[in-house]
């Protein structure tokens, strides 16, 4: 009796120890899969800090495709579809020739043979099919003509719009501002654009928000993969702020004169700023800067720095190191002699 009372009592501890130890693996496990949570959540915050900042500082570094209005204006139109040949008719002759050529025997004229109509039969469905497949191809040559119609009317129209646009007709210009929408992205990044057309030259006026639109803090990963905060020096925020304004100011130029021919542009960037003598928030320009077109194409657009191609363009900005941006006036639209 004695020794089945201690057997029990060492199976008791023997479960104790066990579910104790599950315990500890449970334990364990939760904490290996909140680590690598925590890790994964670190790694996704520092991925989309460089991203973002990669974002601010490269805007300048795309457009819209380019728009060539001399290839539009001598588009030619497809030639007007040709109608088809009628569908052979070999089959209706061969059936009328059969009909034509049957003489009725002795049974069919008793009434014990239908020769003559299965081939009266044979040729009505001769004629019908013949008929099905002149309607087909009609209606498929009247669709054909009417694409073709509406294809000729839409390259005439574009036509009309590239000479317009070639000979300098302001209003279609803004129109077509209006329609292909350059600025989308600009505009999504909480900017206003405003466009003041001319013929041979235009000028944006691009507002952009304050330089909160860079962040504050630098994250980054520790050795052990956790999430590190720090403040972010004032002088490397004013440093990627004056390249956002500058990516800004150059994109808004390069994505007007890719859907329009442009001898020049000249981009001044508005924003906020705080008038000493008043202690209001007033809309002032920080940028002014003309492009040229011919200063586009020498332009290698994915190595260049915003910030360091405004200085060599022709332009107003007055940028400190320390304290940012300070007013500028607006420069007066160059001269295209």
């Not at 059936?95 to 025997?105: F, V, Y």
């Not at 302001?170 to 992205?185: I, K, Y």
């Not at 360091?308 to 500028?328: A, I, N, Q, Y």
Request: proline content about 4%; some cysteine.
């Amino acid at each position: 009796m004695a020794r089945v009372g201690r057997e029990m009592e060492k199976q008791r501890r023997r479960n104790e120890r066990e579910s104790a130890r599950q315990e500890r693996e449970f334990r364990r496990q939760i904490q290996t899969n909140m680590k690598a949570a925590e890790e994964e959540r670190a790694r996704w915050a520092v991925d989309h800090f460089v991203a973002t900042l990669n974002a601010i500082s490269s805007m300048h570094r795309e457009a819209g495709d380019w728009v060539d209005w001399t290839a539009v204006l001598n588009k030619r139109s497809p030639e007007a579809p040709m109608r088809p040949p009628p569908p052979s008719a070999h089959e209706v002759e061969q059936a009328k020739a059969k009909l034509a050529n049957h003489r009725p025997g002795l049974l069919e004229r008793w009434g014990l043979s239908k020769a003559t109509r299965r081939l009266e039969e044979a040729l009505a469905v001769a004629v019908s099919r013949h008929v099905q497949a002149q309607q087909s191809e009609d209606s498929a040559h009247e669709r054909a003509l009417l694409r073709w119609k509406e294809q000729t009317a839409r390259d005439e129209e574009e036509r009309s719009t590239a000479q317009a646009i070639l000979s300098g007709d302001v209003d279609v210009r803004s129109q077509m501002v209006d329609a292909l929408n350059p600025f989308a992205e600009l505009l999504a990044r909480h900017g206003r654009v405003a466009v003041e057309m001319e013929p041979t030259r235009a000028r944006i006026r691009l507002s952009l928000d304050q330089d909160d639109i860079v962040p504050f803090e630098e994250l980054s990963l520790t050795a052990r993969g956790k999430l590190s905060r720090k403040k972010m020096a004032t002088s490397k925020r004013l440093a990627i702020y004056q390249d956002y304004v500058c990516g800004a100011a150059l994109r808004a130029s390069r994505e007007l004169m890719a859907i329009l021919p442009m001898h020049q542009v000249v981009t001044d960037v508005y924003t906020d700023m705080l008038d000493s003598a008043t202690g209001h928030m007033v809309v002032k320009p920080i940028l002014s800067v003309c492009i040229p077109h011919e200063v586009l194409g020498n332009i290698n657009w994915n190595r260049a720095d915003a910030s360091d191609l405004v200085e060599r363009l022709l332009h107003r900005m007055r940028f400190h190191k320390t304290k940012g941006f300070s007013p500028v006036a607006a420069m007066d639209m160059p001269s295209e002699d």
